[in-house]
Every structure is written in C-alpha cells, then in structure tokens.
C-alpha cells in the first residue's frame, strides 16, 4: 500500500498540542491497513482502464473514473415489533472528464464494456460541448500518482457479519428497557450499516481501491401523558461513526436507554424555558452540529466563490482575499482542523475521489481563517494568498451516479490540552443552559444567523446543574457566538457527533461526516422558547 | 397525448411486465412485491455566468420484498442480470426467514383497478445536452447583459416505475418532471434574486421569464436597510408557501392522531376529523391526474390512488389510514397523497400588495425546520428578495428574516389567495412532488429575528 503524507509531522507544526493529542498513532494505523486493506477486482480495474483509454482517445485531457459498490443494511424496530428489514446494493460507473476547462460527467448502471466506452465518450462530449459554449481555464493542483493505493475503514468486526437475528434482539432488548419507564408510550429503534468498495482510476496514473464501513444507531423514546395532552420524544442522537460492529457494542444501548426513558418523561413536566440572555454548556452530542453549520459549511471554497449560491449558498467567510489570515473567528484558544483521517471519523479515508492523500490542517488558528476546505481545481483560487499549492483533498462523489465535488471533510474543535472536566465548565457556570443531543436546526445561507434546540436542557445555577427545562433554542449571529467562547473542555470530554447526510450541490448529494469536539462554554447568548 | 414509445426513457411497460415476471419466478416465498423504478437525469448546472457541470446518469433500481408468514424483508439491486436478480431473490427470502415477525403486516394486494394517468411528457423525455445547455444560457446572457452573477440549476428526469406481486397485481407508470431555478447575485455580493419553475412537461417552463424576474428581484432588493422583527402581513410568493406546504403533505395521518402524536389529536383522545380548522377559502386535494402535476396512480405497496379531498372550506374531511391502522380501527384504507394541491383565488400578487398597509412581501424560504409538532410550527428563512409595503406599495428592500411560525395558524390567518401554480418547493432545487399552490396574503406571520445574510 502507499503512504499517505506525514500526517504526524504536519499536525505538530500546525495544529498545536490539541490536535496532536487527537490525531495519534499514525504508524499503528499504517501496518493495520497494509495487513488488512484488499485490492482491487481485476475486471473492474479492466474496465476503469478502458474507460479512461476511451476518454483520453475522444479528446479528454484529464478524466477520473470511479467504479462504486454501495451496500446497506437496515433495521428498524418501533416497540416490540420490526418495521422494516431492509438491505440494498447500488453498483455502477462514473466518468468525469476534462475537455479545455469543461467538465463533463456521465454514469450507468451497464458495466458491459461497450456501454462502459460509450458512457465515456459521452462524459467527454458533455464536455466538449460546454467548453465550445463558454471555454473555461481551469487548473488542477499537482498530485502524486499511486499506482496501488489501498485502504479500508479501521473496524474490528465487520457489521454484515453480524446476523439480523442479533441485531433485532439488541433493539427488542433496548426498547423493552424503555418501556419499563412509566410515561414512555413509544420508542423506535434502527440500526443503519453501509459499506462500499470504491475503485478510483485517474488519467494521472492512480489506481485506488477503498472499501468504507459505516454504522449509524438510532433510539427515540417518546413518553405521552394519560390524557393525550402533550407529547415528549427524547432522541439518543448517537452518533454514526466510520467503525465496525465493535462501535454499537460500546454504546450498551439496553443499559443507557433507562436514562433516555426517563429525559422524555421528566420532559413532560420540566418548566419551560424564560426567554433571555443565558450561558451555554453545549456537550459534544449537540455542539458538532453547531460547528457543522456555522464553521464547517462556511469554510468551504466553492461557497466563498459562488458555485453553491442557488443552493446551498454562499458564506460571510469571502471574498478569500479579505478574510484569510485576517477575520477573527473565536478566541486565540480556539483551534478548527480539517480532517480527512479522524479515527471513526464518518469522512475519513485514505484519499479522496481525485486520489489526494487524507490530511488534516487548520482551518481556524489561533481563533484566525487561515484556510478553506478544496478541491484540485480550487487551489490555484486562493494559492497566492495561502502559500498552499496541494490540494486539501475535500472531493467526493456520493456514488457511481453522483459528479464528484468539493465535500467537507471532518472539521473538529481541538480540545483544551490541559484536561479540564466537564464538572470544571459546568462549575465556571452562574446562570446557564446545559444542553445536550442535537434538536431542530436552522442556519442562513451565508451562515451567519442560527437557531438550534436540543434533546434535553438543564437549567446551571451557581456552577451547579439544577432542573431540567424544556422548549429551549438559541439563536445566535455566528462571529459573536463563536468570539463567546470562554471555556474548552479537555481530551477526556472530547467525542465525535456525526451525519449520514450532509446535503450539497446540483443534483443535491449526500456526504457523511463527522465534527469532533470538546464540553464548551459560551456566554450570554440569546435563548428562545419554542412552546 | 402522443408519445413515440421508442424514443421513451426508462423500461416501457412490456420490459417491466417482463422483468417483475422473472423475478416473480425465482421466488420460493409466501409472497413476493418487485417495485422498478428506471430512467434517466440530466442535470446543467450554471454559476459564475457559465455552465459549471452537466451530466447524464441512467439507472433501474429495483426493489424486491419477500414475506414469510409475517416476516419480511426487502432488497434493492440495480444488477440486472439473471444470475444477480436471482441471488438476490434468494438472498432477501434468507433475510425474511431470519427476520421478527411483523404483527402489522398485511397481506400483498393482488389485482388492483388504477386509473389511467399520462404523466409522461415526451417534451420532457426528449431533452438532450444541447436544449438544456440553450435553456441556461438565457440566464447566463441575462446576467451578462445586466453585469450580474447568475447560478442556476435545470433538473431532468424521465422515467418509469412498474410494481408487481406474486397475487397477480402489475402496475406500471411513466414519467417526466422538470426543474429549472436560477439565483442571480450582484458581484460585490450585495443584493440577491431568485426565481424559479417546475412541472412536468418541458414546454411549460418559462426559462427566458425565469431569467427576468432573477435579475428582477437581485436589482429589487439592491440597498437593504434593516426592519424591526415582529409580526407582519405577509405576502408569501407561491413558491413561498409551496415550500411550507410539503410540510404538511404527510400531516393528516390517522394514527398519528389516534396516538396522540399530532396536532390533529383531539386532548382527551380522538381526532379533529370534521372540525373547521382553517380559513374557509382553504381547499387541499391530492390527484394522481392532476395535469403538470401527474404522479403514478399506485402507491409503492400497490395502493391505489385517486382524487382525495383532504381539507374543504376550512374542515378537515378526510385522514389517511395504513392497512393495517384502518384493519385496526374498522374503516378503509386510505394513501396519504402523492401530490398537494391547493385552491386560490384571482388575487394578484399586485393586488396583494395594493391591499396591505404596512407588511412583508417574501419571494422564497430557507433551510424550514420543524420546532414543534404540537402545532406544526417551522423555523427557516427568507431568502432572495424579501420587501417592505407600506400603504399599498413596496417601499423599500429588507434584510432577511428568520420566521417561527405555526402553519395551522397561518392556515386559518388568510387574507387574500391568488391563482394555483405548480412550484419547486425543493431547497435543493431538484423535481420533487408536485406542490400545487397559490401566493397568498396572511396576517400575523410572525418574523422574529434578522439575518445579515444575502
């Protein structure tokens, strides 16, 4: 297998004692994918090959193709009973060429060879048509060829090992607990596991196969009071993590739904909140999906230079020449990398769908922009200003069907590197929220405006948790909110919140993700009642 | 309408008949269902004033559920060969077996009467590269000549989808359905405009007027200057209320209500059913044949559908029931709809205007979140045009708003209604289902903070 880059020696000179505390192991990691990571299927490779020949012979200048086997496997359970048993195989060919500076893409389920040459030809005759309409410059970064590149998703136990049967008496098992909690009237159940094999083959002379295993649990329990006049739910919002069966294992979901039972009960009778001014303690479970929104989605090229604006939109952090190295984002302890390597990060890879290596660099120094997330074709943008001539490795296609672009890598808060506890921030706390699991989310599309809620809310008073609260939201305007960060848990309080599905782009793809981060304090932000 | 079956995407009716009869055969359950959905997409996709990518991708997804007794499974493969189809057969059966019982399965459907929908428009089918590269270059010439910034998205799909089960039901459907949605910037990125259409039938979609009224708005609402949050009159675009309105697309669910889940529970227990909930110029119907706005006239379990009357002046007349809910509670089965149509009136958005003293004109909506099931409330932004009227006119451009905002008490708080048109209610901008609504007029739309963004 190929080396990726040194990742280790890039974080010590970049991302200071937090992310170095993180981003360990990297040796171990290495001789565990030389011993485990398969190759490619010979035929598939045969036809990655032909299609590239097909494309460079009908006038491509650069193409990429990848050959995608997506598999899934779902369960999903509501009380004592199975809702669905599900699995699914999507497999099939993409094919983006370069003509001047047009892209073109074309994609088939037919993988007889004869399609597989026409389907080229067709992506460069997409191509060349746009390029005769408008003709573009467009400039790839430099990247090293890997002629055998090989990787898979660190795991112990394979997922689609494990038989549905075991799956199911796990749910059953879990609901049954919740059921026990007087006032829970409903709970669902599911358990969601992915694994695809991606063969990637460039003009430039790389041949990658990766095979990727995700895992994304779910329980909600929702308690309803004799009368019908309410209704509670208390999600466990777990996260879905690039791991193996060895994950769901460790979430001892019969054991932790008592707790979640009883958050969706004492819900039905907790006060709501008195709208004002409050602290924040955001645990880890609800605040990744704060940095996903309001630093992870700004921070991405194609925003700042207007490709997403009729849909997902642009971004506050532009134009790149006024606020790289210049806007104050947060604190100076306050440190945002960029990962495409992340244990069990749900965006971590070998490389991405251009064949750049996986890599991890701040985007956020110092409480400083200093770097967007890129694609080969974005670097030259913004090079002159970042002194960066590689290519971050940010591109991802969804699947076979699906044109690969820039895609978010995961993008984590570093935790403090003295090991502060949660019991230290929530103790630094007079008048404030606890807030824990993601709820309802909302931000602007050029991220500055946001409201976010949660699962279950507990009132600090006197750097002491005191009672639950309910109907609770924040809204916010990002650089103030992030610039009101006045406390970072350390590594002990640091966990990964993820998704399955990242929305993006025309055809709108998905993409997973992952955002670490560490217990936070944030002061006097603006808190709304949803009753 | 005439169509060429040749030139026709996706499996034609014989093709699908034929391959859920191959799979039929290979299966050794109690009961099979195959479900095809097949077809192309052709996508352009424009920013910057000039076409960024643009791709075709054709595909048949087909779906197979084996049951066993009550255990049931189901796999998706796009592997359309015999030995694929037929390990997959066998694969989901082994699934199956090995599956819990499901206590609410109910028994596949055998042959089933649908109505007769032609929702596949060969304008439509017969899109190529060229015609939807001509189609955003109006925008891109358009922007040119007015010095703007124009990103924009035209989404083609035509297909079909076929269901078939091992009691004999077969189902087939065609289809096509279009999108086209252009945002138009100013280059210092002060001031942004939206518009957009969607339908079925490719001849429908005003692209050169699409054009106009993007440049339109992103001139509009040039030098916006800060309002105060609270509640307003508003007056809601189409596409506007379209995008509130999928939310309430699977609302009148029975079981929901039954279980006290749902603002249509009744406290004590019950349903609202025949209670007056809205404004009583609020009429909401589903149909299959609903013209620009077809949709299959089958459900994916074989379902059929037909003309449904959901909410009529105001009173909520019918809820949808599963199989198994309404076996459960003694009344027919009931699909929720496939597609959302409101009635108007003969308002015009000017008239609107001229009639509100003081209020908020809003073009289109971002990133809705539900807050609170309760009462159907929503959180989201306006986006890319957003006006302040005062005495009968636009005054002046505004900044965004973040809206928190109950849809039941929108619903009853109409003012004025203007004539139903087909919407593309998706933030993504992709062919969703048909939304059929109109602007409106209500009171009271509560606003309750800015956004600096544009």
Redesign the interface.
């Known amino acids: 297998m190929e080396n990726s880059i040194g990742r280790r020696e890039f974080v010590k000179i970049a991302g200071g004692a937090g992310a170095a505390l993180i981003f360990g192991g990297y040796e171990e990691a290495l001789a565990w994918q030389a011993r485990n990571a398969p190759g490619p299927d010979a035929a598939e490779k045969d036809l990655v090959l032909l299609a590239l020949d097909a494309a460079k012979a009908a006038g491509a200048n650069y193409a990429d193709v990848r050959i995608t086997r997506g598999q899934s496997e779902s ?1 999903s359970t509501r009380e004592r ?12 060919i ?1 094919i983006r060429a370069l003509v001047g500076g ?9 993988l007889r060879k004869d399609a597989v040459t026409k389907t080229a030809k ?2 460069v ?2 191509a060349s ?2 390029n005769n ?2 003709p ?1 410059k467009t400039t790839l970064a430099p990247v090293k060829k890997v002629p055998d590149g090989r990787w898979i998703t660190p795991h112990e136990i394979d997922p689609f090992t494990i ?3 075991e799956k ?1 008496a796990l749910l ?1 098992k879990t609901n049954e607990e919740a059921l026990r909690v007087k006032g829970v ?2 709970v669902t159940s599911s358990i969601n596991a992915i694994k695809e094999s991606r063969l990637l083959g460039t003009t430039d002379g790389s041949m990658i196969q990766q095979t990727f295993m995700r895992l994304g649990p779910n329980v909600t329990v ?1 308690a ?1 009071p004799a ?5 509670q739910t208390r999600s466990a919002t777990l996260a879905p993590m690039g791991k193996g069966w060895e994950y769901i294992v460790s979430l001892q979901l019969s054991e932790n739904v008592l707790r979640w039972a009883e958050e969706a009960v004492m819900k039905l009778s907790a006060p709501p909140v008195e709208p004002g001014v409050w602290d924040l303690v955001l645990h880890p479970s609800h605040l990744w999906l704060t940095i996903h929104e309001s630093l992870a989605h700004p921070t991405e090229l194609d925003r700042a ?7 997902a ?2 971004t ?1 952090l ?2 790149p020449e006024k606020v790289l190295k210049k806007f104050k984002v947060g604190p100076e302890f306050m440190t945002i990398m960029g990962s495409r390597s992340e244990p069990g990060g749900c965006a971590t890879c070998g490389w991405d769908d251009e064949g750049v290596p996986a890599q991890s660099w701040p985007i956020i120094d110092k409480g400083i922009f200093v770097n967007y997330q890129s694609t080969r074709e974005m670097v030259d943008w913004i090079s002159s200003i970042t002194k960066v001539r590689e290519s971050q490795g940010c591109s991802y296609g969804q699947d076979w ?1 699906s ?1 690969p ?1 820039q895609r978010m890598p995961n993008v984590s808060l570093m935790p403090n590197s003295k090991d502060v506890s949660e019991d230290e921030v929530i103790a630094a706390t007079k008048h404030g929220i606890y807030i824990e699991g993601d709820g ?10 946001f ?1 976010f ?1 949660g699962q279950v809310f507990y009132e600090i008073k006197d750097g002491k948790r005191v009672r639950m609260l309910r ?1 609770v ?1 924040y ?1 916010a ?1 990002t650089p103030e909110f992030w610039n009101s960060l006045s406390m970072i848990g350390g590594k002990s309080t640091y966990k990964l919140g993820s998704s399955f599905s990242d ?1 993006k ?4 793809q998905l993409n997973a993700v992952s955002h670490g981060c560490p217990v936070s304090l944030f002061r006097n932000v603006n808190v ?1 009642s ?2 | 309408m005439q169509v060429n079956p040749a030139a026709r995407k996706g499996l034609s009716a014989e093709e699908s008949r034929a391959l859920t009869r191959k799979v039929l055969s290979f299966a050794k359950a109690d009961n099979t269902r195959v479900n095809i959905d097949s077809g192309i ?1 052709g ?1 352009t ?1 424009t ?2 004033n ?12 087909i779906r197979i559920t084996s049951v066993f007794g009550k255990r ?9 060969d015999d030995a694929s189809l037929e390990r ?1 057969v066998r ?2 059966e082994a ?2 077996k ?7 399965y109910m028994p596949e459907l055998g042959e089933q009467k649908f109505g007769e929908v032609n929702g596949y428009y060969t304008s439509t089918g017969d899109v190529t ?2 015609s939807r ?1 001509r189609a955003a ?1 109006f925008a ?1 010439k358009a922007a040119d000549a007015a010095k703007l ?1 124009a ?3 035209i ?1 083609v799909n035509a297909g079909s989808s076929a269901i078939a089960t091992s009691k004999g039901l077969f189902g087939y459907a065609a289809g096509t359905g279009v999108s086209s ?3 138009i ?1 100013t280059p210092d ?1 002060a001031s ?1 405009g ?1 518009a957009g259409d969607e339908g079925a039938d490719w001849t429908t979609i005003e692209s050169e007027r699409v054009a106009q009224d993007a440049v339109r708005k992103c001139q509009e609402w040039r030098g916006k200057t800060a309002l105060e949050p609270g509640k307003y009159e508003a007056i809601l675009e189409p596409t506007a209320v379209g995008m509130l309105m999928l939310r309430m697309m699977n609302v009148f669910d029975a079981r929901q209500a039954d ?3 749902s603002f249509l ?5 019950g349903t609202l059913l025949g209670e007056k909930l809205f404004d009583e110029r609020v009429n909401i119907i589903s149909d299959p044949v609903e013209k620009n706005a077809e949709t299959a006239p089958f459900t994916g379990a074989g379902q059929p559908l037909s003309r449904d009357v959901w909410v009529e002046k105001g009173v909520l007349k019918t809820l949808s029931y599963s199989r198994f809910w309404a076996d459960r509670k003694g009344v027919a089965p009931k699909p929720g709809g496939s597609n959302f149509v409101m009635s108007g009136g003969t308002a015009t958005v000017d008239d609107m205007i001229k009639d509100t003293k003081r209020g908020v004109l809003i073009t289109r909506f ?9 009462i159907v ?1 929503f ?3 306006t ?1 890319d045009g957003t006006f302040l009227i005062e005495n009968g006119k636009i005054t002046r451009p505004v900044t ?1 708003f ?1 809206f ?1 905002q109950s849809l039941s008490e929108m619903l009853a708080n109409i003012q004025m209604l203007g004539r139903p048109t087909r919407v593309c209610a998706s ?4 062919v969703g289902p048909p939304i059929v609504v109109p602007a409106l007029k209500v009171k009271d739309f509560f606003l ?7």
């Open positions: 369960i009973q199975i809702t669905g048993v599900g699995k699914s195989e999507t497999y099939g993409g047009s892209w073109g893409f074309a994609a088939t389920r037919d067709e992506a005759a997409i048509g746009n309409i408008n573009v038989p549905i049967e199911a059953f009237r409903f929702t309803v009368d019908n006049s309410d209704f230079m207007n490709y997403e604006a009729n849909y939109g642009t506050f532009a134009p069907a044109i672009f309802s989310y909302s931000i602007d599309q050029q991220r500055y405006n409201q809620g109907d939201a809204q305007r929305a782009g025309q055809p709108m709304i949803t009753a | 997409r996508f996709r920013a910057i000039r076409v960024t990518t643009a791709g075709v991708t054709e595909d048949v997804n049931i499974a189901s796999i998706d493969t796009n592997r359309l997959a694969e989901c699934l199956a090995i599956s819990p019982e499901n206590p609410e590269t060229e590269a270059s891109v910034v990103s924009g998205f989404d949605t252009l945002t910037r990125g942004s939206w279980e006290g889940r529970s009744k406290r004590g227990g971002w990133y809705i979140r539900g807050l609170n099931p309760r409330s959180t989201g932004l986006r965004n973040r928190n933030e993504n901008s992709s309750s903070s800015v956004s600096d963004a544009i």
